[in-house]
């Protein structure tokens, strides 16, 4: 199993970093450029609500970002010092964020849906919450 | 995120190439240009943003968009986006931004 962390204050400054973080541990192991841009938008767009809405981009808040890969199966966590959000409480179409607002929001929430196979929240102690993402890598070979 | 105006802009074609990375941190940044440019060049009937050099797309820049779409439309203003490569048309594809505006893909 191979593995990798980031840690990060909560400030949109650092995702670049973030991203540059998550191709360079993951290039290897995706050789599709659109499936490792897909995994690197879903990542970066949980670290953003966090960053954005969780800590209110205060980049003394600090964020930890790990990156495990067993076999062919990517497990992507992300610890919050905030609480937890809903993750499934959030329009499933993105047309629908249009009607009626001159600002759209949620589409994070739904391309990380798109995106990743499973997601799930955990709440810990001290109201903390660890995110989980899981995505399923091909096969090399393509098998 | 640059955002330089292109030589073949005509008095209502606005061609505008996009360079760098469109995310939570640059969308704002490119919303404003849009608009600074839109005083410059007030016939402007369509802008066609060229993304041949524009690496990366998230959900920010994505809204971005299309709030500029839902901004531009009562003004007779189109949009268009250019030579977008697979991973941005991916995204904006997953979005159902390609239904609303014209793109093409390098």
Do not use: W
């Amino acid at each position: 199993m191979s593995k990798a962390s980031l840690s990060f204050g909560a400030s949109t400054e650092n995702l670049p970093i973030i991203r540059h973080f998550v191709q360079t541990h993951l290039r290897a192991k995706v050789p599709s450029s659109v499936l490792l841009n897909q995994i690197t938008v879903a990542v970066e767009e949980l670290c953003a609500n966090s960053i954005l809405h969780g800590n209110a981009e205060n980049p003394q808040k600090e964020l930890r970002l790990e990156l495990h890969v067993q076999k062919h199966t990517l497990h992507i966590y992300l610890y919050d010092p905030a609480p937890p959000y809903d993750l499934h409480a959030y329009p499933s179409e993105p047309t629908l964020l249009r009607a009626g607002t001159n600002r759209p929001g949620g589409f994070g929430i739904y391309l990380i849906r798109r995106l990743i196979d499973r997601i799930d929240v955990r709440k810990c102690k001290g109201g903390s919450s660890v995110y989980h993402m899981v995505k399923q890598l091909p096969h090399e070979g393509g098998s | 995120m640059q955002v330089e105006v292109l030589s073949g802009t005509t008095d209502t074609n606005l061609q505008v190439a996009l360079t760098g990375e469109l995310d939570a941190l640059t969308a704002p940044k490119l919303y404003e240009n849009l608009n600074r440019l839109l005083q410059e060049h007030p016939n402007t009937r369509k802008i066609i943003l060229n993304c041949r050099g524009l690496t990366y797309l998230s959900s920010a820049g994505a809204g971005i968009l299309l709030m500029s779409i839902d901004n531009l439309a009562p003004k007779g203003i189109s949009l268009e986006l250019k030579d977008v490569t697979p991973e941005v048309y991916n995204i904006l594809d997953l979005l159902g931004l390609t239904k609303l505006m014209p793109v093409n893909h390098v």
